[in-house]
């Protein structure tokens, strides 16, 4: 496993580094929204970031690195727990057709927010997160899922035995303890680009945040000149 992930990392981060020179400062104002995926993650601390990288330069990283381990306890579960992918097989139909504006995306863009933050006062027609979401067909029996959580699978349709009960519990057990695994494993591949990540960071990043400041200051410096 170590092998492949190593690998996966690589090109997870050198697709970050191919991204990077397109990432251009906003007005940056603060997400309004905490980021679950970023906030306090071990993957960040791996990766070297501190709190002055900006969310969305962090996010492009850390999106790309959960692509990664969720491939590969897909593969593991798919290879090895033959109850838990009939359960997520049965979980996952039917699927609807629908507009996914962030599938298909080159690996450049994957992971990224769709659509840029809303801007206060200024129109605008539509974002593509709404599009498809209006464009969602959701099959009545899934309409109102009572418990999203992949855990649920635990809840385990009532026709099983309490001994198919129990060794489906065990498989989610082997799937939390490979995620954790897989988890651990990017972490420990990542740190060997933390070179290469914050020289980027340093060239392509900060100064554009030291020009924001500059900018700021003489705003209010000359309140007037603007
Ligand atoms: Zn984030």
Redesign the pocket.
């Known amino acids: 496993m170590a092998d492949s992930i190593e690998g996966r990392v690589r090109n997870g981060v050198d697709a970050f580094l191919r991204w990077l020179p397109r990432w251009e400062i906003g007005t940056s104002r603060a997400r309004t929204k905490v980021?679950?995926?970023?906030?306090g993650s071990p993957v960040a601390t791996a990766a070297g970031f501190d709190h002055e990288v900006p969310?969305?330069v962090?996010?492009a990283l850390?999106?790309r690195m959960r692509v990664i381990i969720d491939e590969a306890v897909e593969e593991y579960t798919a290879r090895n727990l033959p109850l838990v992918s009939r359960e997520l097989s049965r979980a996952a139909q039917p699927e609807p057709a629908g507009y996914k504006p962030d599938e298909g995306l080159a690996l450049e863009f994957q992971g990224l927010e769709i659509d840029p933050e809303p801007e206060p006062g200024q129109p605008y027609l539509f974002t593509l997160a709404e599009l498809a979401e209006a464009d969602r067909v959701v099959p009545p029996a899934r309409a109102e899922p009572s418990d999203p959580a992949p855990s649920s699978l635990a809840d385990a349709p009532a026709s099983y035995s309490e001994e198919a009960k129990a060794a489906l519990r065990t498989e989610l057990e082997l799937a939390d303890d490979h995620a954790r695994q897989v988890g651990t494993a990017v972490c420990l591949a990542l740190v060997e680009h933390r070179t290469r990540i914050s020289d980027a960071i340093d060239r392509l990043v900060e100064p554009q945040i030291d020009e924001l400041l500059a900018e700021l200051s003489r705003a209010l410096e000359n309140p007037r000149s603007r």
């Open positions: 980021c679950r995926l970023c906030l969310h969305t962090q996010h850390l999106s």
